[in-house]
C-alpha cells in the first residue's frame, strides 16, 4: 500500500477536521434541546405542526392554478382563440377512443373520469394545426356524430369515430357566432337528467316544474364545481341498462339473477334467465355491443339438455318469448333454433288426464309434475302461454304447440265457476276444474289470463270470437263487482271480491289492466275502456307520487268513502316492497302511444329516477328495495329480477319515443314479459 501523498494528506486531515466539528455540533445541539423545558419544546413542536399544516392546505390550490394554467393552454391554438366544446358550461373531456401514438395528440389530462354521459360529450372537438410540442404539424382530428343530422343526440362512446382524411380550416368569427345560436337553439329541446344517484348531485327538478314534450335543464355539481348536464331521456334509459348490465356481467354473468348487494348472484333455472330476458331490450335500446357479446353466450354456453326443473309459465314468457321476439327482431336463426329447443322441451307438461299443463317440467329428463304441495295451477300459468306456443307453430308449420295451448283456452272457456266473467285463482290438473272457488282478483295468479284474452285476439287477426267474448264479459264483471272509488280523492280502483265480501286492496300487479284497456280501445273496442284507462292510470301514478320514496308498494289498501280527509291509500307493513316491476310504465306506454299527452311521459320520468335515486347501487344493478315508505333507509332486499331489463327499461325506452312505428300496435303484440311478437296477417275473406 502506497503513503499517503501531501494532497491526500491535507484532504484527510480537513475530513477529519470537519467530522470531529460535525459530531461536536450535533453535541452541542442536543444538549442546548436538553436544557430546555418542557413548555418550551412542546411549544417549538406545535409550531413546526402548523407551518406543516398550512403547507399542506396550501398545496391544492397551488396545483389548481397550475393546472387550470396547462389545461387552458392545451385547450387554445396559436391564436389564442378556444375551441367549441359543446353546450355552454360544459367542460371539455377528453375522448379515450382518441388514439395514441405518432402522429396522434394524446390530449390533456383533465382529472378524474366525468360523471355525466357520453351524450353530454363535445359536438365537436377540433386539433388545430401547427407545431406542440414532440408532435408537429398534426392534422385535426375531428370527432363525428353518427345519426340523422337533426337528432341533436350523442350516442355511447363507440358511436364516436375519428376523421382524420379532411383537414378543415377553423372557423371565421361569423361561422364561430352562428354555431354560437345554433347551440342555443339546441339546448332548449334537451331534458337534464341525474343518472348517478349515488354521485352526490343535486337533484333533477320534478317533471311538472317544467314540461316541454322532452327536455329540461338541470344545473349540477361535482365537487365544488357546477356544470349543467344536458341528456334526453332515452339515453337515460341507456344509462340505466347498462348501469344495470355492467352489475350483471361482473358479478352474475351466465346466471339467473344479480344480487347487486352482495355482488353475487342467484340461480332459479341456471339458464342466464335475465340474460335471455333482456337480449331483445338490448336490440331495440340499439346497445349492439352488449347485444353482441349476450349472442355469444347464447351460441355457445345456453344449453337445455339439463336435468333442472322449470316453471313452465316463467320459462315460457321469458326464455321461450326472449327468444321468439329476438329472432323477429334480428332475423339471426340461432335465436329460432334456440326457441324451437326449450319450446319442444316444455312439451311433457301439458300431459296430465285433464289438458290442464303441470306447472313444472325437467327439461333435460322430458318429465313434469305439479308443485310439491298441491296439484293445482294457478289460472295465469296456464293461460298465459299461448302467445308464444302459437307463435312457435306458426314459425315451424308444426301445430302441436299451438293445439295444446288451444285447447286449454276451451277447457277455460267453458268452465263454471266464473262470476260475471271473473275467474278463480286455481285450477286442478287432474280433473281440470277451478279449485278454491269464491276468490276472485285481477292480481297475483289471474292477472294475465285478463290480458292475454285481448292478446290472443288481436295476434290472430281478430277473427277467434270466443276469446273477445270471455274479455268483454270479464271487464263486465270488474265494473260490477271489483271497481270503486277511494275517499277522499275519489280515486277509481280495482279490488277483490273474497266470498262475496269486497276488499278494498289493490296489487300493483293490477296496473297492467290501464294499458289493456287502452290498447283493446285502440282496436276498436268501446270507447269507454278508453275512459277507464285513463282513470286507473291516475290512480297507478298515485300509488308512486304518495310514497316517499316516489316509488309503489307491492299491494295498496284504499280507503273507502265515507273518508273526507286522510290518504286515500295505505300500505300495510309487510306490502311495502317494491321488485322494480313494469306494470305501471307498461301502461304509461301505451297511454301516451295512443293519446299522445306528455304527462304520462313525465310520470315515467319521474319514477325512472325514484329507481336512480333509491335503487341503484354503485358497484352496478339495481336492487329491490323493502320499504317505500323511508326514503333514508329503504331497505335494499340485494335480488334484481330479470324483467326489470326485459320489461321495466323496456317499456321506459319506448314510453320516451314520439315515434308511433317504433314496434308499431298495429303490427306487434307484446307477450306478458314485454316481448314483441307480430301480428298475424288477417285470412283473406
Not at 250 to 263: F, I, M, N, Q, R
Not at 355 to 373: E, L, Q
Not at 657 to 663: E, I, R
Request: charged fraction near 25%; aromatic fraction near 10%; proline fraction near 8%.
Amino acid at each position: 500500500m502506497y503513503p499517503p501523498s501531501r494532497k491526500d494528506f491535507i484532504s484527510l486531515t480537513l475530513s477529519d477536521s470537519y467530522n470531529n466539528g460535525k459530531h461536536r455540533r450535533r453535541r452541542s445541539c442536543w444538549r442546548k434541546w436538553k436544557q430546555l423545558s418542557r413548555l418550551q419544546r412542546s411549544v417549538i413542536f406545535f409550531l413546526l405542526a402548523l407551518m406543516l399544516i398550512l403547507g399542506l392546505l396550501s398545496y391544492p390550490s397551488l396545483t389548481e392554478q397550475w393546472t387550470s394554467t396547462s389545461d387552458r393552454e392545451d385547450w387554445l391554438d396559436l391564436g389564442g382563440r378556444e375551441v367549441e366544446a359543446g353546450p355552454p358550461g360544459v367542460r371539455p373531456v377528453a375522448n379515450p377512443a382518441v388514439r395514441k401514438g405518432p402522429g396522434f395528440y394524446e390530449g390533456p389530462e383533465l382529472g378524474p373520469p366525468a360523471v355525466f354521459p357520453a351524450a353530454l360529450l363535445p359536438q365537436v372537438i377540433e386539433r388545430p394545426q401547427g407545431p406542440r410540442g414532440p408532435f408537429p404539424q398534426i392534422a385535426p382530428v375531428k370527432l363525428i356524430k353518427r345519426g340523422p343530422p337533426g337528432l341533436q343526440r350523442w350516442n355511447n362512446s363507440s358511436d364516436w369515430t375519428l376523421r382524420r382524411d379532411q383537414p378543415e380550416q377553423l372557423p371565421d368569427r361569423a361561422d364561430e357566432e352562428e354555431e354560437q345560436e345554433k347551440e342555443k337553439k339546441i339546448v332548449r329541446f334537451w331534458r337534464g337528467a341525474m343518472i348517478e344517484a349515488d354521485q352526490g348531485t343535486e337533484p333533477l327538478p320534478s317533471a311538472g316544474e317544467r314540461r316541454d314534450g322532452g327536455a329540461v335543464l338541470a344545473g349540477m355539481s361535482t365537487g365544488a364545481v357546477a356544470v349543467q348536464e344536458v341528456v334526453d331521456r332515452q339515453e337515460a334509459v341507456r344509462e340505466a341498462f347498462r348501469h344495470a348490465w355492467m352489475g350483471y356481467k361482473t358479478y352474475a354473468w351466465g346466471h339467473d339473477e344479480l344480487k347487486p348487494v352482495s355482488k353475487t348472484f342467484g340461480e332459479w333455472f341456471g339458464l342466464g334467465l335475465t340474460l335471455v330476458d333482456a337480449l331483445d331490450t338490448m336490440w331495440i335500446l340499439g346497445l349492439k355491443e352488449e347485444f353482441a357479446e349476450a349472442r355469444v353466450w347464447v351460441e355457445k354456453d345456453l344449453s337445455f339438455s339439463k336435468s333442472v326443473d322449470v316453471n313452465l309459465f316463467e320459462s315460457t314468457i321469458r326464455i321461450l318469448g326472449g327468444l321468439l321476439s329476438t329472432y323477429h327482431l334480428t332475423a339471426d336463426q340461432l335465436f329460432l333454433e334456440k326457441a324451437i329447443d326449450i319450446g319442444s322441451r316444455l312439451m311433457p307438461a301439458f300431459n296430465t288426464p285433464s289438458k290442464i299443463p303441470y306447472s313444472d317440467v325437467n327439461i333435460g329428463k322430458g318429465t313434469a309434475h305439479p308443485p310439491r304441495w298441491t296439484t293445482d295451477s294457478t289460472v295465469a300459468e296456464v293461460t298465459s302461454i299461448q302467445l308464444e306456443f302459437r307463435e312457435l307453430s306458426r314459425l315451424t308449420q308444426d301445430p302441436q304447440y299451438q293445439d295444446v295451448v288451444n285447447e286449454v283456452m276451451r277447457l277455460v272457456h267453458n268452465l263454471p265457476g266464473k262470476k260475471d266473467g271473473l275467474v278463480p285463482m286455481f285450477i286442478n290438473t287432474n280433473t281440470g276444474h277451478f279449485s278454491h272457488k269464491g276468490v276472485f282478483t285481477l292480481g297475483a295468479r289471474t292477472d294475465s289470463y285478463y290480458e292475454y284474452l285481448l292478446k290472443q285476439w288481436i295476434q290472430g287477426g281478430k277473427t277467434e270470437d270466443s276469446l273477445l267474448e270471455d274479455y268483454l264479459h270479464a271487464l263486465e264483471g270488474v265494473k260490477k263487482h271489483l271497481l270503486r272509488r277511494s275517499g277522499p280523492k275519489k280515486l277509481t280502483f280495482v279490488g277483490e271480491l273474497s266470498q262475496n265480501r269486497f276488499n278494498p286492496k289493490m296489487d300493483h300487479l293490477v296496473c297492467f289492466l290501464p294499458g289493456t284497456l287502452a290498447l283493446g280501445a285502440h282496436h276498436g273496442l268501446p270507447g269507454d275502456h278508453m275512459d277507464l284507462a285513463q282513470q286507473l292510470m291516475e290512480t297507478c301514478h298515485q300509488m308512486y307520487v304518495q310514497m316517499e320514496t316516489g316509488l309503489s308498494p307491492e299491494i295498496a289498501q284504499f280507503n273507502l268513502p265515507p273518508a273526507a280527509d286522510g290518504p286515500d291509500i295505505n300500505v300495510k307493513t309487510p306490502d311495502r316492497h317494491n321488485l322494480l316491476r313494469p306494470e305501471t310504465v307498461e301502461s304509461l306506454f301505451y297511454l301516451h302511444r295512443f293519446t299522445k299527452d306528455p304527462k304520462y311521459q313525465d310520470w315515467g320520468w319521474d319514477i325512472l329516477q325514484s329507481f336512480n335515486k333509491h335503487t341503484k347501487v354503485a358497484s352496478g344493478g339495481y336492487t329491490s328495495i323493502n320499504n317505500v315508505r323511508d326514503p333514508v333507509n329503504p331497505g335494499p332486499r340485494d335480488k334484481m329480477e330479470s324483467f326489470f331489463l326485459g320489461e321495466t327499461l323496456k317499456y321506459l325506452y319506448l314510453l320516451f319515443s314520439n315515434d308511433s312505428d317504433l314496434l308499431s300496435l298495429d303490427k306487434y303484440v307484446f307477450n306478458t314479459e314485454a316481448h314483441p311478437l307480430p301480428i298475424w296477417p288477417s285470412p283473406p275473406k
